[in-house]
């Protein structure tokens, strides 16, 4: 079942423009974590915040959290060609077992 | 090299054969898991494994199997593979209490 949904679908910005992505999930969680995947390939972690947590930075990443809409934002700046890739949200619970529930993705294209 | 291998990367079998897609990490993590990959479906979790000989359905377990006698390996079966189960299979670990899944570089699988 899906808990993560992000918007847009799909996104294509210029070269050193900012790019935002925006997660929506359903039920409380432990943590929500975000992931890279290059065409075809295995998932890259990118960065985790945790449900007490409302902002957190990593590089040019900058994700926030708000718990009581049940969103998330991923903002990467500055943006250059090797991240155009899909980007996943996540959502982590452990209520008795661990899960980890994957959203559908966004698909960032960066123009050069 | 911390790394989940996964093998083979691409497989293209017949209906009704057994396979076996192997998963193995040197991180010593407890949690293992297995996804698929379709489009428009994003990930779902097939099974999982917290630690040698505990192993749980995931939301997609039907037609699957998996063991995990060792640590360090995680194979998922397919006893008899069906064309609906042609997808993406992505294997991932992590150490219990999820600071961030680390993944295999996937597995195409078609099935004919």
């Known amino acids: 079942s899906q808990q993560g949904e992000e918007d847009p679908q799909a996104l294509s910005i210029q070269e050193g423009e900012n790019a935002t992505m925006n997660c929506s999930y359903k039920?409380?969680?432990?943590?929500l974590q975000w992931y890279r995947q290059n065409s075809g390939r295995g998932l890259v972690h990118l960065i985790l915040?945790?449900?007490?947590?409302r902002e957190k930075h990593s590089g040019r990443l900058r994700v926030t959290l708000d718990t009581s809409k049940k969103s998330s934002s991923l903002l990467i700046t500055a943006s250059r060609a090797a991240d155009t890739a899909s980007y996943f949200c996540?959502?982590?619970?452990?209520?008795?077992?661990?899960?980890?529930?994957f959203g559908t993705g966004t698909r960032l294209t960066i123009i050069p | 090299e911390a790394q989940v291998t996964q093998n083979p990367r691409y497989l293209i079998t017949v209906t009704g054969k057994k396979l076996t897609v192997t998963c193995s990490q040197n991180?010593?993590?407890?949690?293992m898991s297995w996804y698929r990959q379709d489009p428009g479906l994003g990930l779902r979790q097939i099974y999982y494994?917290?630690?040698?000989?505990?192993?749980d359905k995931g939301d997609v377990p039907e037609g699957y199997k998996v063991s995990r006698k060792e640590k360090r390996n995680f194979p998922l079966i397919l006893e008899s593979p069906s064309p609906n189960q042609t997808s993406l299979y992505f294997c991932?670990?992590?150490?219990?209490?999820?600071?961030?899944?680390?993944f295999g570089s996937g597995t195409r699988l078609t099935v004919v």
């Open positions: 039920t409380s969680i432990n943590n």
């Open positions: 996540a959502t982590f619970t452990n209520f008795g077992n661990e899960k980890l529930t």
């Open positions: 494994s917290m630690n040698v000989e505990v192993t």
């Open positions: 991180m010593n993590h407890e949690y």
């Open positions: 915040i945790r449900s007490n947590e």
């Open positions: 991932a670990s992590s150490f219990v209490g999820n600071y961030g899944y680390t």
